[in-house]
């Protein structure tokens, strides 16, 4: 990223109280550029978007605003936030959202033929073959129901379907749960 200092238009150190939470220590502005940003009715949130979460979360260097952005460097409890006016930024969104709707649309066509696929491989006679295999399959074995999901290449709402019927008739039966997923085995 290429800037220069003159496209920093605030600094704002945040401190932490521990019962009071985070509150604005000092602010310092160069110039009039950012004046809609108050500094200090956004502390608390600019604080918990940069430090906000367990420490296993993967915590943003930035955050880019409409008009402006802020970096921000922690330093113990305390957050260090530059405030710039980035130069140039409306072309680069611009060029990003074509890129952006250009993968969108690449990523519609991919989902429409993938769909395509599977809604012919599922076709009722294919149903009533499943059908048939999942006893066949699960007999002295235990899977679950993404697992079967997969094997079988359907949709959730399909194997859902499958599995409540095969249920109902007793020919597969729960055996245990794994968190959301269901364990299936034969009776």
Do not use: H
Request: glycine letters at 4%.
């Amino acid at each position: 990223m290429k800037f220069t200092e003159n496209e920093i238009f605030g600094a704002a150190l945040i401190g932490f109280d521990m019962i009071d939470g985070p509150f604005l220590k000092w602010k310092k502005e160069y110039s009039k550029v950012g004046k809609g940003v108050s500094l200090d009715d956004f502390a608390m949130n600019f604080y918990l978007a940069f430090r906000g979460g367990n420490e296993s979360v993967k915590k943003p260097r930035a955050i880019l605003y409409d008009k402006f952005y802020i970096v921000a460097f922690p330093r113990d409890l305390e957050l260090c936030c530059l405030f710039m006016k980035p130069d140039n930024i409306d072309n680069n969104i611009n060029q990003l959202n074509k890129i952006a709707s250009r993968l969108i649309t690449e990523m519609d066509v991919y989902e429409e033929e993938d769909t395509s696929v599977k809604e012919a491989d599922s076709d009722e006679n294919t149903i009533d073959e499943i059908k048939r295999l999942i006893p066949n399959l699960l007999n002295g074995t235990k899977m679950s129901t993404p697992e079967l999901r997969r094997y079988f290449q359907l949709s959730n709402s399909q194997i859902w379907k499958v599995m409540s019927d095969l249920e109902s008739s007793k020919k597969i039966r729960r055996a245990d749960k794994k968190g959301r997923s269901v364990i299936w085995t034969t009776n």
